[in-house]
């Protein structure tokens, strides 16, 4: 939950104030707490991508957290995805 609430604050602050948090290690020592989820988001990433799993939420956390991919643009490629049930793409293998 605080990587989520960390993740919305990178999504409202303004263009100028994020040119100056470039790098994620740099807003995690500013935090000066325990951000959990950074690490997960990665091991999980990389297992999916072993196991040839799709997961579009992580997918996305990954590209903002490590990939300086726009929250904005991932919040709203997440929403604008087409809908899926679940048994169709465990019968496809995704």
Do not use: W
Request: aromatic share 6%.
């Amino acid at each position: 939950m605080v990587l989520l609430i960390g993740v919305f604050y990178l999504a409202s602050i303004t263009s100028t104030e994020r040119e100056n948090i470039s790098k994620l290690e740099q807003i995690l020592q500013d935090m000066g707490m325990v951000v959990e989820g950074v690490k997960t988001t990665k091991a999980t990433m990389e297992l999916a991508q072993e196991l040839h799993i799709s997961m579009p939420i992580t997918e996305m956390m990954y590209r903002v957290l490590f990939e300086d991919f726009p929250v904005q643009q991932a919040v709203s490629e997440l929403m604008c995805r087409n809908k899926k049930s679940e048994l169709e793409m465990e019968m496809l293998g995704v």
